[in-house]
């Protein structure tokens, strides 16, 4: 007779989707984890901050892959990525502009672009400040800076 597997069952979520990650396609993201990582100027459970024209398909897809990245490392047990959103300005592709200025702002506070972001290290200043307040870029970024707590 052949041998029977057994079946074991999680009460975690693995993956979440909301309303506002379908309500567009053209997202920003960030990935928070459950530990802090260390920066040069600091700590934070931000490890990854990223944008897709796809929706949040793409996103599923990024959780899967950065999931794969981070989860390996000692401590390091969840992963959840966060929409954030924007208003839309015609003729300007927001998405892109929100994430440059969020990486920026990550490295002006921690010395360094979040760990899973590849670019990011040479960027400067360019006119994202002509679109957002810059205050709603440190806002953005301490408020997911903690760790997650199940």
């Known amino acids: 007779m052949a041998r029977r597997s057994t079946i074991s069952k999680s009460d975690r979520v693995s993956i979440s989707i909301t309303r506002s990650a379908t ?6 993201y960030i990935a928070q984890a459950n530990k802090l990582h260390h920066y040069r100027h600091g700590r934070s459970a931000i490890v990854y901050i990223g944008t897709t024209e796809k929706g ?4 599923a897809k990024s959780a899967a892959n950065k999931a794969h990245e981070f989860l390996t490392e000692h401590g390091l047990k969840t992963l959840r990525l966060f929409v954030v959103t924007y208003t839309p300005i015609q003729g300007v592709k927001t998405w892109r502009k929100l994430e440059r200025a969020l990486i920026l702002t990550f490295r002006c506070l921690y010395g360094d672009p979040p760990v899973g972001n590849t670019q990011g290290t040479k960027f400067r200043w360019d006119d994202e400040k002509d679109y957002f307040k810059v205050s709603s870029f440190e806002k953005t970024i301490e408020f997911y800076r903690d760790p997650i707590t199940d």
């Open 23 to 28: 309500r567009k396609r053209k997202l920003v």
């Open 56 to 59: 949040a398909s793409r996103i």
